[in-house]
């Protein structure tokens, strides 16, 4: 495959709507391509921009009333001059409709996100750089022998590092990363062709918490507390199947 083949397929790609052997295609052009791959970096921060709830807004009902007045004063005169100008009048709604939504966009955009949203995306963001930049692991090894020692004297905790091969999750490897501006430890995971990042940090004195699950950009995310630990495991892999993993990492950390 080549740039031309590649660009048309990259929305797809990211909106992960490629059957696997056009996927596996396209990875494999744009694992070598840098072009593509600052293409394929671009669409996701987009994607992951708009996928912002905090990007939707309802107009104010000021708004509603003009812009709804606006495209009744088009269809009124759209009307008055007859069948010929019918397109006029859809063409004064479009342009309402685009006022509308840029007004808006503006109104919303100084505004700022919640912690925990900002937390869900880096945590997304730390996942996308994992599996985009060829940095999935610092230490690559499916031993939890080796992967946990790995840590040691690197993080001001010691992160519980578990095989669940058994389960039907093998373990990849480790990685340093950092969440909220603290180095934080991922432990990464696999699930057929689905890479699972565990993202592990320190929360002293912070009491147990269930798994709560959610959905970021498309990514699939759950989080929950234990052992004065904060867990964040991130993937593609379907909701009900990332929960099970979360599940099982839970009952193993003591
Ligand atoms: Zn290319």
Redesign the pocket.
Known sequence: M??EA??PLLHAYVDGELDLVKSLELEA??S??????H?QTSLRALRTAFANSTLYHDAPAQLRRRVRTAVRDARRAEAGRGITFLHLGWAGAAAAAVLLISLTVRAVLPFGSAPGDLMAREVVDDHLRSLTQNHLTDVLSTNQHTVKPWFDGKLSFAPPVKDFAAEGFPLVGGRLDYLDNRPAAAIVYRRRQHIINLFISPAPHANDSAPLSQVRAGYNIVEWTRSEMRFWAVSSLNAGELSHFAQIVRNETS
Do not use: D
Not at 32 to 37: E, G
């Open positions: 080549n740039c590649a660009r052009h744009v070598s391509c840098p072009a593509c791959t293409e």
